[in-house]
């Protein structure tokens, strides 16, 4: 055989294959992925990773036959489950396992589309998908779950959404935890000694990391060591006040929404002791962080 009739061949059936692979490929994203049964073992390391716990609601999001939700139902009683399924057979199937091991009071059985579930329920969410279709259901989990949601996978990760927590031992399974939304601007009043002093700040955030800045009057100051986690956010601030040089402040506080409630701790000199008070922040609409300065010579001490 000529050398040119064996290249024309070899590129025939390259283009053959790969068309069939991408036309499975298709077929499995639509479906989200293959039916493959999770390892018995890796199914307990997954909601122990989670920390499975009374009063959790477990979502497993293209559960195959159950035996995830299943198991968080048989670890503890007080564990509801929800498994969002795409196969009408594997749901019926899950279904009659469920009543068999006595769970389908607790544990529930969906035939839906993973992109069409409401995840404002969700308190764990599991999943071990195609990478591509975890990373498109990415940001409606961050959109949708409630800012301390668990979120566990199996073999693969969240492209760029770094996890809080990896294990290695056996499979690697990765764990998130839904940050709550912080950006933004948000305003708040102390009183410190007999003077109200009023502060704005910006924050900045991409997933659970986070940075910012305020201001109150004409001082600047950085946010250290921004945290968010869950809906707990803390930071520290260290700027001049109007009457004060130096003034430290230590936040901490939980996010609903638009508000964070929480606590200050104020050092301010002498600093003989630290005062704790109440902190409420509320988000703003526009920030004054950006408003005129003026011209300071105490600005920034």
């Known amino acids: 055989m000529a050398d040119s009739e064996l290249i024309r061949r070899s590129y025939k059936l ?15 994203q639509e479906r989200y992925s293959p039916f493959v049964p999770t390892d018995e073992s890796d199914v307990v390391r997954m909601l122990k990773l989670a920390g499975v716990r009374e009063g959790d609601v477990v979502f497993d999001l293209g559960s195959g036959d159950g035996r995830i939700v299943l198991e968080a139902g048989r670890m503890n009683a007080r564990v509801r489950g929800r498994r969002i399924e795409m196969d009408e057979k594997l749901v019926a199937e899950s279904t009659a396992r469920a009543q068999a091991a006595g769970l389908a009071d607790r544990v529930q059985f969906i035939h839906q589309n993973a992109f069409d579930t409401d995840l404002s329920d969700a308190t764990v969410i599991t999943m071990w998908l195609w990478p591509e279709v975890m990373h498109m259901l990415r940001p409606k989990i961050l959109e949708e779950a409630r800012p301390g949601t668990r979120v566990v996978t199996r073999m693969w990760d969240l492209g760029t959404w770094p996890p809080d927590e990896k294990t290695t031992d056996g499979n690697t399974l990765y764990k998130w935890i839904v940050p709550a939304k912080v950006a933004g601007s948000w305003d708040w009043t102390l009183t410190i000694g007999e003077r109200a002093n009023s502060y ?6 991409r997933y659970q990391t986070a940075e910012g800045f305020a201001r109150t009057g004409s001082r600047r100051a950085v946010l250290n060591g921004v945290k968010v986690e869950g809906d707990e956010i803390s930071f520290s601030i260290l700027m001049g006040l109007e009457g004060r040089r130096v003034v430290r402040h230590q936040y901490r506080g939980r996010v609903a929404g638009d508000v964070i409630e929480g606590t200050v701790s104020v050092l301010a000199e002498p600093y003989d002791k630290a005062i704790e008070m109440p902190w409420r922040a509320q988000r703003a609409a526009n920030a004054a962080y950006f408003a005129p300065t003026g011209i300071d010579p105490e600005a920034g001490r």
């Open 200 to 205: 704005t700040a910006i924050l900045d955030q």
């Open 14 to 28: 390259f283009w053959f294959f790969l068309a069939s692979f991408l036309s499975a490929f298709a077929a499995a």
